[in-house]
């Protein structure tokens, strides 16, 4: 409870009041947000998901999901910039060696700036790195050649969350095109400028701008096998255990913009006076608001449910934590459009902040993989 209090004042402080104006930046590179990233490293949040041990705040995943809402109630996009970077936090304690987090570990606890990125999505390659259709054509194709002690990675990455700002990257390349991505492709740990890795175009986004993806281009870029993460060939089945947290995470961030748009939206019904009333007393407006208030409800329990069963079901079930992102995502796009009904006309101008909450929620239809694949997924596992 008091790190929640901590992060809502932090929000309410440093990031509510300038996120709608940095949002209308457009240049992406000038729209990253390096003053809130430092400001909230320094109070412990990006390195919150490292263990205790390990010099984090060894927090669980309920708690990075109270965390995150917070953040996202703020802003969209630095709720997934700090989130990304808790997801990609478990690579260091669960799936790195010791000899790799002597290295590795302390180049992020040391750095406010240094952010995580996971590079995956292809422009080709997007829903089929699922897993639900496997076959040797199947899925990412940026290509790892081992020459004598390193591999050699060529191709690209595109959408990546944190691209070109993270400094440290856990790429996915496949190892074996013979076989399915879930035996064929393996995890690579690499800093920002390595040789042979470089930026390439920054995504211009209708929401979620706040944070910046990007393209990731491999031009024969070496990599020592002492940066593989964890076993070759073994990275799919390796690392989709982790992703489980990363749904329920994932989940708790959209549900940011929809608890925003409706506590403006109730404020805003309470001063907005027609047919001789403040519209809060028009039943009409009153069934919008009930609705938008059990939806937000029924999301933050779910997710709720689905951090505990993750810290306390063993074996897991993969599909409740899929669903949930799936849920919360649909609920929290449902929350913003009846906000958008209930402020009317102004709604829809960019001087309110109706229209900012509609365009960030959208994201999530897609973002944590595709709300369809999901469903797709879960229904092999009903």
Same mark, same amino acid.
């Given at each position: 409870a008091a790190l929640q209090r901590m992060t809502r004042e932090f929000v309410n402080k440093e990031i509510k009041p300038v996120a709608g104006e940095r949002d209308r930046i457009q240049?992406? #590179?000038?729209?990253?947000?390096?003053?809130? +990233?430092?400001? !909230?490293?320094?109070? &412990?949040?990006?390195?919150?998901?490292?263990?205790?041990?390990?010099?984090?705040?060894?927090?669980?995943?309920? /708690?990075?999901?109270? %965390? !995150?809402?917070?953040?996202?109630?703020?802003?969209?996009?630095?709720? +997934?910039?700090?989130?990304?970077?808790?997801?990609?936090?478990? =690579?260091?304690?669960?799936?790195?060696?010791?000899?790799?987090?002597?290295?590795?570990?302390?180049?992020? =606890?040391?750095?406010?700036?240094? +952010?995580?990125?996971? !590079?995956? /999505?292809?422009?080709?390659?997007?829903?089929?790195?699922?897993? +639900?259709?496997?076959?040797?054509? *199947?899925?990412?194709?940026?290509?790892?050649?081992?020459? &004598?002690?390193?591999?050699?990675?060529?191709? =690209?990455?595109?959408? *990546?969350?944190? !691209?070109?700002?993270?400094?440290?990257?856990?790429?996915?390349?496949?190892?074996?095109? /013979? %076989?399915? *991505?879930?035996?064929? %492709?393996?995890?690579? *740990?690499?800093?920002?400028? #390595?040789?042979?890795?470089?930026?390439?175009?920054? #995504?211009?986004? =209708?929401?979620?701008?706040?944070?910046?993806?990007?393209e990731l281009i491999f031009e024969d870029c070496r990599v020592h096998e002492r940066d593989v993460l964890g076993e070759v060939n073994e990275a799919f089945r390796l690392q989709k255990d982790l992703a489980k947290a990363s749904h329920v995470q994932a989940a708790a961030t959209v549900l940011g913009p929809a608890r925003r748009a409706y506590e403006e939206t109730l404020e805003y019904a309470r001063n907005r006076v027609q047919g001789g009333k403040p519209i809060i007393e028009h039943q009409i407006v009153q069934n919008m608001l009930t609705e938008m208030y059990m939806l937000i409800e029924a999301s933050r329990n779910y997710i709720w449910r689905a951090a505990w069963q993750n810290q306390n079901i063993e074996p897991l079930d993969p599909k409740y934590s899929a669903m949930t992102k799936v849920f919360v995502s649909e609920a929290a796009f449902k929350v913003c459009h009846l906000a958008m009904e209930v402020w009317g006309g102004m709604g829809y101008m960019t001087e309110a902040p109706i229209e900012k909450c509609l365009r960030d929620a959208t994201s999530f239809f897609h973002s944590d993989g595709t709300n369809q694949m999901q469903r797709l997924k879960s229904a092999k596992l009903l």
């Open positions: 240049d992406p #590179h000038e729209r990253f947000p390096w003053d809130i +990233v430092e400001m !909230g490293s320094k109070l &412990g949040l990006r390195t919150l998901a490292i263990p205790e041990e390990m010099g984090g705040g060894g927090a669980d995943i309920l /708690t990075l999901s109270l %965390v !995150g809402e917070e953040l996202a109630v703020g802003d969209l996009g630095v709720g +997934v910039i700090f989130d990304q970077t808790w997801k990609f936090s478990y =690579m260091f304690s669960e799936l790195m060696n010791d000899e790799q987090r002597a290295r590795w570990l302390p180049k992020f =606890m040391d750095d406010h700036r240094c +952010v995580l990125a996971k !590079g995956a /999505t292809e422009p080709n390659h997007g829903s089929d790195n699922s897993g +639900v259709v496997k076959g040797a054509g *199947i899925g990412l194709q940026l290509s790892a050649k081992k020459e &004598g002690e390193y591999w050699i990675l060529n191709g =690209m990455k595109h959408f *990546i969350s944190n !691209g070109g700002v993270a400094k440290i990257y856990f790429i996915s390349a496949r190892t074996d095109k /013979t %076989v399915g *991505i879930d035996k064929g %492709v393996t995890g690579f *740990i690499i800093e920002k400028d #390595h040789p042979g890795f470089t930026i390439g175009n920054i #995504h211009d986004k =209708m929401g979620q701008r706040l944070i910046q993806n990007a």
